[in-house]
């Protein structure tokens, strides 16, 4: 069986979610706004999924907005709110570890004459509060703070953050996407005014998520339609796939606590048995103040992809940060944000782990990396005695 160490990437559908899906892929298939009884099915399975999302990151019921998943959610706070204000001048803050969701949104404002500051992280992925409170400006709109990063789960302090937004009068939106089911969430408590949400993350299914939008912040929608969602996001509600992320995002209250605490036990054992087990290999940021289930390392002198490769050859799935972009494979922008080389963040590779990651899967891994580093290192010229740079 193939050992699956990607789950910040995508999760499989728990078999409760599908459970919960199914009759709504079947014979209960109304339309939520269908006044006939088949369609008051369909909108009281809605309403219920509202509530379970509501009650996983501490909203009411009518601040969840259903959308296709995080990047919607995203493009949704930051068009919406910059829209929605009235400032003559708008200024956006967030940080450059971003996902691309929130990253290339904040680019398309920039081209709509926005002002976008981008605030760095120290060598631990960690965003300084203080760099975000000297970043704000009189025409500051939006602060876009994540919970916690996709590619090294550094957890970022998103409640000082948006206490400084709170203080200072401007929208506070964070992407909970890779934190939801890890970390407790209270939006109260982060002071979010946005928040962004995905189910194919948290055992759900892919394309459905939603943005929690607190009651009296101005949103323009970004799509226009039927009057579903308060006008907010127009479009037939996908009931099948709403029912899986109110059903995941239970779990995700649930079992939380179990799930972490056996998975970081996981995770520990395999960090610290490849930091042993490797010479020249480091961990990505702050070893204390990540998700559980994230590892992020970089193995010196062997390029990620060609590992990524011959470990997806020995059947293990994992992760670079690296994107393609008009062909050319970019190294990570997160890692190059916290300082490392172009060829640092090339040599980098992140596991993460998961619902179903087993101990025996472990002890494999634990096997298989080792090996596959060393010959992806004799095979690379350049890298006969890997040295780190720093
Ligand atoms: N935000 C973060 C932090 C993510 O990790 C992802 C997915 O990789 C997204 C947003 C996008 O979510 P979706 O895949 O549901 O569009």
Not at 285 to 301: E, I, K, P
Not at 308 to 331: K, M
């Amino acid at each position: 069986m193939p050992i699956y160490l990607d789950y910040n990437a995508t999760t499989p559908v728990d078999r409760r979610v599908l459970d919960a899906m199914l009759p709504y892929l079947g014979e209960t298939f109304g339309n939520a706004s269908s006044i006939h009884s088949a369609g008051q099915h369909a909108r009281a399975a809605v309403d219920a999924a509202r509530e379970s999302v509501a009650l996983l990151i501490g909203a009411r019921p009518a601040e969840i907005v259903f959308t296709s998943g995080g990047t919607e959610a995203d493009n949704l706070a930051l068009l919406g709110a910059i829209q929605g204000s009235s400032k003559p001048r708008k200024h956006v803050i967030t940080t450059s570890i971003e996902h691309h969701a929130v990253l290339n949104t904040c680019q398309a404002l920039e081209q709509r004459g926005i002002e976008i500051t981008y605030v760095g992280v120290g060598d631990d992925g960690i965003v300084d509060p203080g760099d975000v409170r000297r970043a704000l400006k009189p025409e500051t709109v939006l602060i876009s703070v994540m919970h916690a990063n996709n590619e090294t789960g550094a957890i970022q302090p998103v409640e000082a953050i948006g206490q400084i937004a709170a203080d200072a009068g401007v929208y506070f939106h964070s992407d909970a996407v890779q934190s939801a089911g890890k970390l407790p969430i209270d939006v109260d408590h982060l002071h979010a005014d946005l928040l962004s949400l995905s189910a194919h993350k948290i055992y759900g299914p892919k394309g459905v998520g939603a943005l929690y939008v607190r009651s009296g912040t101005p949103v323009e929608p970004q799509l226009f339609g039927g009057h579903h969602q308060r006008d907010l996001r127009p479009g037939t509600e996908n009931v099948p796939g709403i029912v899986g992320l109110g059903k995941a995002a239970e779990l995700a209250r649930l079992d939380r606590d179990e799930d972490c605490a056996r998975i970081a036990v996981l995770r520990d054992r395999l960090e610290d048995s490849l930091l042993s087990a490797i010479g020249s290999v480091r961990v990505n940021g702050d070893r204390q103040r990540r998700v559980s289930n994230t590892t992020n390392l970089a193995f010196a002198g062997a390029g990620g992809e060609a590992l990524l490769i011959a470990l997806d050859l020995q059947g293990l799935a994992c992760s670079t940060g690296a994107a393609c972009s008009s062909g050319a494979v970019e190294p990570s922008h997160v890692l190059t944000a916290m300082g490392l080389s172009s060829e640092e963040a090339r040599s980098s590779l992140r596991f993460s782990l998961g619902r179903d990651t087993t101990g025996e899967e472990i002890d494999e891994a634990m096997a298989k990396i080792p090996r596959a580093v060393a010959r992806i290192r004799a095979l690379s010229p350049a890298s006969k005695t890997p040295v780190l740079a720093r």
